[in-house]
């Protein structure tokens, strides 16, 4: 018989994945969803099949049911009071699996996976690449770590359902190494962005308009194109103007952004290795945050608004008018 499965937190990769596990998951019973805005998981039920979905009122309940319990929160701190949650009744997740798809600290990681694993209880850290669009087409990459068991009983919830391909998977090994890959991989998509955004400014500023650039992207670089490529993603969210337009939920959150670069930082200097990138990423990406206009703010900034920091420090206006 197939697993209950619940999921805790639905921002907007958490709703694509959800929807997904609705449909492709071969599920045998409603897939469990709590957030803790209530009425998100009831919006996202009503969007729904009949019968797919079912809200739990807290994190308690949904784990009594559950055999696989899904985590995508925010930050490190959530993923702390979300397991802390778990973990209060020790007997209810007992024999379980948790599967942790946010991205945090490796630390954070190995200190969860301790928790659990005290608890009698297994942890698979399972970070995932790519945005909303990918985990809605289930073309996200999943990179999984943790005890052999666990992480084969969740490979089948992954590969043709939330990913279309994991890396490693890196089986018995400490749940950290699945968030040290991802920090790693982050740096492509984080890299891409700023290239992106200094060259589109780049261009405006010469009066050859960012457009030519992005026809030179689509020849050299897009001509295979996948929902994850960070030239694709990036190039159509800068050039369309959704960087500004996007509002709530963008569809890269720029805190989110500041917080990868941050963490690839913190891994070179652990490991003694100067990098650059995440510098500069970091540096536009602040001014975004610091921007007052529509495409600024903690919760509205989106991380291809790093277009619109360069131009505006080339004189330009934050938006591009498209």
Request: hydrophobic fraction near 50%; aromatic fraction near 6%.
């Amino acid at each position: 018989m197939a697993p209950v499965v619940m999921w805790i937190g639905l921002g907007s990769i958490g709703r694509a994945a959800c929807t997904r596990l609705t449909t492709h998951g071969n599920l045998t019973s409603p897939l469990l969803l709590y957030n803790r805005t209530q009425q998100r998981a009831h919006d996202l039920v009503a969007h729904l099949a009949p019968g797919t979905a079912e809200v739990v009122h807290s994190i308690a309940a949904g784990a009594a049911r559950a055999d696989i319990i899904f985590t995508c929160v925010s930050n490190d701190a959530a993923v702390d009071a979300t397991y802390r949650a778990l973990l209060e009744n020790p007997e209810v997740i007992r024999g379980k699996i948790l599967v942790g798809v946010e991205t945090v600290h490796p630390a954070t990681a190995e200190r969860t996976a301790e928790r659990v694993r005290a608890a009698g209880a297994a942890f698979v850290a399972c970070p995932v690449l790519g945005p909303p669009a990918a985990a809605a087409a289930g073309a996200l990459l999943a990179i999984p770590a943790g005890p052999r068991d666990a992480v084969a009983a969740v490979l089948p919830l992954l590969t043709g359902v939330l990913a279309r391909g994991v890396v490693g998977p890196f089986v018995d090994m400490p749940a950290g190494t699945a968030l040290r890959m991802k920090i790693i991989a982050n740096t492509f998509t984080l890299g891409a962005a700023t290239l992106l955004a200094e060259a589109f400014a780049l261009a405006d500023a010469a009066g050859l308009g960012a457009g030519v650039v992005g026809q030179f992207v689509e020849m050299n670089f897009l001509q295979q194109q996948t929902a994850t490529n960070p030239f694709r993603v990036y190039a159509d969210r800068m050039l369309s103007g959704e960087y500004y337009k996007a509002g709530e939920n963008p569809a890269g959150a720029v805190e989110l952004g500041i917080k990868d670069a941050r963490l690839a930082l913190e891994l070179g200097l652990e490991l003694g290795v100067p990098i650059r990138g995440p510098e500069t990423t970091v540096y536009w990406a602040e001014q975004v945050l610091g921007y007052d206009g529509r495409g600024g703010g903690s919760t509205e900034g989106d991380i291809a608004g790093m277009y619109g920091a360069a131009r505006k420090a080339a004189g330009l206006g934050f938006e591009n008018g498209a």
